[in-house]
Every structure is written in C-alpha cells, then in structure tokens.
C-alpha cells in the first residue's frame, strides 16, 4: 500500500488551501484515512480522521475550519482548510489505518505566512 499526497504550499493567513491524498495497493474496504500534522520542533498530531463510512474526527484547534472528506471508489482522501493560521504550519501527512496496518503518506508542507 502506498500513499501519495499533494496540494502543499505557501498561502497567506486567512487563506485556504485543500489536500488529496490517494492510496493504492490492496485496501479493507473497512478502513480510517485521516491527517496528521507536525510543526518544527513538536509531536506528530492528529489533525483529522474519516472512517469509510463517513464518520468524522476533528482535533479542537481545527473543528470549524477544517473539513475531512473521502471518495471510496478512488481511496483518496481530502483536507479542505480554511481561515488559516501561522499555527497550523507543519508537514501535513496522510495515514490510513485497516486490520491492524498503519501507512503514512511522504507529507506536504504547509505553510502559512504573510
């Protein structure tokens, strides 16, 4: 199984910007995708989880900003994030979770600066 995960960059405070992340490889269809993120100097933490059938995580600092979507028929994962903060810089990386297997994407950075 692999994860490859896309749409990092640079974007100004108040900004959005949106993260894919595709699987590939053999997949339980009973599954959690989710984000993670980790800024310079601290912990990898949970930044939002999917269940396959729709059921959704948010940690605190997100919840109203941040939306986790899927699409089964392509196992890709979303992260749409909006109204952004300088805090929420870090490499963001994608994770699926099934039958006692843990994969992570390669990680994008995110950047938000003015």
């Known amino acids: 199984v692999q994860l490859q995960a896309s749409g990092g960059g640079l974007v100004q405070p108040g900004g959005s910007l949106r993260l894919s992340c595709a699987a590939s490889g053999s997949i339980f269809s009973s599954n959690v995708m989710g984000w993670f993120r980790q800024a310079p100097g601290k912990q990898r933490e949970l930044v939002a989880t999917?269940?396959?059938?729709?059921?959704?995580n948010y940690a605190d600092s997100v919840k109203g900003r941040f939306t986790i979507s899927r699409d089964n028929a392509k196992k890709t994962v979303y992260l749409q994030m909006n109204s952004l903060e300088p805090e929420d810089t870090a490499v963001y990386y994608c994770n699926l979770q099934f039958a006692g297997w843990n994969y992570w994407g390669q990680g994008t950075l995110v950047t938000v600066s003015s």
């Open positions: 999917i269940t396959s059938g729709g059921s959704t």
